[in-house]
């Protein structure tokens, strides 16, 4: 047990993210737990392009108009005496950069997977970003009162995907029409189900599974068979070990309708109950100008926090930006003398918020495991590392080299300032990449998504009157490249002047036209490394 003062307080935090493919309900999970834990008053539905009310959690026009998130949102909550951070991502695999960056500054993931589909292609893609990471996954099965698959199906093609053993915490009665509820087995009672999105978890009747008799004469052959079903799952399950959760070998399964708002605070429960509070992060102290690998615990008093999101101007009126800062140690209070590692430079945030979605509060002490908003008019990056002294620096925040490239052409050559600013600003925030051509000519945006370049242009219009045409150009991707010696990338450099680009951080790339590109370069230049991931600005590229 720690001395420190900030333990308990640190003890209290719980910080994940919710992960599915699109369409499985994660934005309505959301609003559920939000408004269980008392969080907001109503529940809004995400809706096509003519609704009038959209989810709390997607705020941005492009988002209300397509009833999909393209941007990752933050909420907190209070429940049960424990500060929940709840981090909910894009679906969208053309969104998927902003996502893996979010999963890096949770300590657990809440994984929605669609009882008619199974677990679908993005999912598979966030679990092995979760798995890199050994970050413990709770599954919560969606949509039991639709036409579904059985669960033990469901169960083992969980298993199969994530590589670990599936533990049930909660078993359905029946599906679909005949849906009739949940069995938990944690408390050893049945929920049973109503339909209605206005129902609230003391609506919901609960049978003791004690009273088997009660219960068949309700369900009949439905119970049975869930009778059947779970005893089955359970003798092929192992026994819950907490301990292998948190070390992402096993991972409790939830059943429900989170439209219906069932099976959610079971969900919520566990939360609280069984998701690991902060962990300690990795980092790399800075000693005679070498990095010396440090860990960061959580209840540590000196303040150390990462930047894992930048976000322009999430409000219209004021064209601010917000850094969200996951804290990884020590206490946060109005007025501290903070300093951005990369640049050495004193923060000064003109104010910070936590978040419930659109709405701000101001911070008036925070702890490791919080995310906080610094509105700052710029100087931040994505990566940044911020502290109140220590010289330390967090890595692992990814940049993937893109797939899709487009030239910028601006439609009013009198708008370029404007132009200038905004792709400055959504380059920083990791929107998008953008390349600098380093022998002049049209910026050029890199995305790994289509969807992406949609976004950023209807943004650079609404946001920065800045009138953009993308057309394609000869590029199909682009490699970071390092070398051992400032002559040896001086001598790569002058022999493809053409193919350098710099990044939004002044990062130097290769562009290529075909994948030969990369190997021809490296046959020729030997000692020169080319990268597919940037880990951020002056630090860890890999191979």
């Not at 026009?61 to 500060?83: P, T």
């Not at 029946?174 to 009739?180: I, L, N, P, R, T």
């Not at 990566?383 to 925040?397: K, M, V």
Request: charged share 25%; hydrophobic share 40%.
């Amino acid at each position: 047990m720690s001395a420190s003062p900030f333990a308990a307080e640190t003890r209290r935090r719980r910080t994940f993210a919710i992960i599915s493919h699109p369409d499985a309900g994660k934005t309505t999970l959301t609003e559920k737990l939000l408004l269980f834990s008392g969080a907001i008053q109503i529940a809004g539905a995400v809706k096509g392009r003519k609704a009038s009310r959209h989810a709390t959690s997607d705020w941005m026009e492009i988002e209300k108009q397509r009833g999909i998130s393209v941007a990752s949102s933050v909420m907190q909550m209070l429940y049960r005496d424990h500060v929940i951070n709840l981090l909910d991502t894009p679906g969208h695999k053309d969104f998927s950069e902003d996502t893996y960056r979010v999963l890096t500054a949770v300590d657990s993931a809440l994984m929605v997977i669609d009882a008619a589909n199974g677990v679908e292609a993005q999912t598979r893609r966030l679990i092995e970003v979760c798995r890199q990471r050994n970050t413990p996954i709770i599954t919560f099965v969606n949509k039991m009162d639709r036409e579904v698959r059985e669960p033990l199906d469901i169960l083992d093609e969980v298993e199969r995907e994530l590589g670990m053993p599936c533990v049930p915490m909660t078993w359905p009665v029946g599906k679909g029409k005949s849906f009739g509820g949940i069995m938990n087995l944690r408390t050893q009672a049945m929920t049973v189900f109503e339909s209605g999105s206005e129902r609230r978890p003391q609506d919901f009747e609960t049978i003791p599974l004690s009273d088997a008799d009660t219960l068949r004469g309700r369900f009949g052959g439905e119970y049975e068979a869930a009778a059947e079903s779970m005893e089955l799952a359970a003798g092929a399950s192992p026994e819950w070990d907490h301990q292998a959760f948190l070390q992402a070998r096993q991972t409790p399964v939830f059943f429900g309708s989170g439209v219906n708002n069932f099976g959610v605070m079971e969900v919520l429960e566990a939360l609280v109950d069984i998701a690991p509070p902060p962990q300690a992060r990795k980092s790399s102290l800075i000693v005679n100008r070498q990095p010396v690998e440090k860990v960061v615990e959580p209840d540590e008093p000196s303040f150390a926090g990462v930047v894992f999101k930048v976000q322009a101007n999430m409000d219209a009126n004021h064209r601010d930006r917000i850094a969200f800062v996951r804290m990884a140690s020590g206490r946060y209070t109005p007025g501290m003398k903070l300093k951005v590692q990369r640049t050495a430079k004193e923060l000064r945030p003109t104010s910070v918020v936590t978040f419930l979605s659109q709405r701000r509060e101001a911070v008036d002490e925070a702890y490791a495991g919080d995310i906080i908003g610094f509105t700052t008019h710029g100087g931040v990056q994505l990566g940044d590392t911020i502290t109140d002294g220590a010289n330390l620096q967090f890595t692992g925040l990814p940049f993937f080299a893109p797939e899709l490239f487009m030239t910028v052409l601006l439609r009013n050559p009198l708008r370029t300032k404007q132009l200038q600013q905004g792709l400055a600003q959504l380059g920083e925030e990791g929107a998008i990449q953008v390349f600098r051509p380093q022998a002049g000519g049209a910026m050029l945006l890199g995305a790994v998504g289509q969807l992406q370049f949609d976004v950023v242009q209807h943004r650079l219009k609404t946001e920065y009157d800045a009138d953009i045409r993308l057309e394609g150009c000869q590029y199909t991707g682009a490699r970071w490249i390092s070398a051992e010696t400032p002559a040896e990338l001086r001598a790569f450099t002058d022999a493809y002047p053409q193919r350098m680009a710099l990044d939004a951080a002044d990062a130097l790339a290769f562009l290529c036209t075909s994948p030969y590109d990369v190997r021809l370069a490296q046959e020729r230049f030997p000692k020169i490394r080319f990268h597919l991931l940037r880990e951020h600005a002056g630090l860890a590229l890999q191979h």
